[in-house]
């Protein structure tokens, strides 16, 4: 148990809403699926985002906004995080987003929206598929 | 290869620090070898422990300390850790939410760690994780340990400044003759100092550290009062941890504690190394077979230990 590799997972909101039940009902889901999840709270900036993500060196960042500000915000942390070379950890959003917005989001790097009457095991499903730790996917170090 | 990474991180490279971190929590192969080439470099950063029982504000007293050492111009790495769930292996790391207004800050380097099952506050790859901040240059480096009990003294042995952290109220006289970490803590804080009975259990605390005789090294533990949320007493309180730091080095302390803190690391490398080998190389079939004598009480523990040891190490 003390020595294996766990995925590492930082949930952040993002922007001026503080609207944080669901975003804490994630992480609580993904501590009960055994991930290690860092919890950085409301308000964030990207910048502080994508910081917090490098010191923490975690495989993957869920970010939420109910606010209407997705397209900027999360934008923003996927350039940045690729401006800071660590464009191989994995973002997804979740919240209010119009559906027309989701094409651009992923098209800007953002690798999955969850759209509000999602299941957690939707989620979590989605994770388990597609996120390795950083140091099994092989490539970049 | 390792050269350069170790060259990486001694220029404060963020990133192949968070990954070797990493790599040491998870057990990663190469990861010891690297730990080994970084190992000359460090023991140069001082190292301050902040312990005390959960929800006492341990995290907001590290924010507010980070905002103040800043001040003065030093650089901090900070560790927070966090408890493991025993059931899922999963963890919250939620201490960084009090600090995250430093996390653009190039001068401060907060690593959130889980204690992934390891005992008395602290988490196994603690210790690396500190040297890992000590090598890329940062001066200070606070440690806050998982919310404790009375028992839980790891971190003294880590640190070079210990600060037990309390509240108001937490107990009368009798808990503060209890041993334990009373016995090793450097300072005490009494935070939220703005709730009834703060002066109480200053003036309690202070009566019990008056009692403590011998043994110390002459450093008398102050009692300080403090309210984080509103930034009240912590120039005082780092004041006081540079003083310790003073007293420390103008005697014998530095090096007793250094001294101390290798022995545990040898320590804990010959416990883990002699874990390792035998996990990996004694028969599980027989490991089985002491374990069924065992509960059929052919057996004691003491002697079942001997013999895998004695298959294990050629005397």
Sequence with gaps: MEHQTKLRVLVAKPGLDGHDRGVKIIARAFRDTGYEVIYTGVHQTPEQIVSAAIQEDVDLIGLSCLSGAHLFLFNEVVRQLIEQDAGDIIVIGGGIIPEEDITRLKGAGIKEIFLPGTSLDEILKWVEENVKPLSQRGGSK | MTVELVNRILEGDVRTAA??????????????????????????????????????????????????????????????????????????????????????????????????????????????????????????????????????????????????????GSGDAIQMMKAGILEVADIFVVNKADLEG??????????????????????????????????????????????????????????????????????????????????????????????????????????????????????
Aim: a negative charge; charged letters at 25%; aromatic letters at 4%.
């Design chain 2, 198 to 315: 703060a002066s109480r259990s200053k003036m309690e605390l202070q009566a019990m550290l008056g009692m403590k005789s011998g043994a110390c090294e002459e450093w008398e533990p102050s009692v300080l009062l403090t309210e984080a949320v509103n930034n009240i007493g912590i120039e005082e309180l780092v004041d006081e941890i540079l003083k310790h730091q003073a007293f420390l080095v103008s005697g014998e302390g530095m090096e007793k504690r250094r001294k101390e803190r290798a022995r545990l690391e040898l320590t804990e490398a010959i416990e883990s190394s002699l874990k390792d080998y035998i996990d990996s190389n004694v028969d599980k079939a027989f490991l089985e077979k002491l374990v069924d004598d065992l509960v059929q009480r052919r057996t004691n523990p003491q002697a079942a230990a001997s013999q895998i040891i004695g298959k294990s190490i050629k005397r």
């Design chain 2, 19 to 168: 990954r070797l971190m990493r790599g040491i929590e998870d057990g990663a192969a190469d990861a010891f070898g690297e730990m080994a080439d970084l190992y000359p470099h460090t023991g140069k950063a001082y190292i301050v422990g902040i312990t005390g029982a959960p929800g006492g504000g341990k995290s907001t007293l590290v924010d507010t300390l980070i905002t103040t050492f800043r001040q003065r111009d030093m650089t901090l790495g900070v560790v927070a850790i966090d408890p493991t769930s025993p059931f899922t292996g999963g963890a919250i790391l939620g201490d960084r939410v009090r600090m995250q207004k430093h996390s653009t800050d190039s001068g401060v380097f907060i690593r959130s760690v889980a204690t992934r099952g390891w005992l008395g506050g602290l988490a196994r790859a603690a210790v690396s994780i500190i040297h890992i901040m000590d090598a890329m240059g940062k001066d200070i480096i606070l440690v806050e340990t998982v919310g404790i009990g009375q028992q839980e003294v790891d971190v003294t042995r880590l640190a070079d400044t210990s600060i037990f952290v309390l509240t108001p």
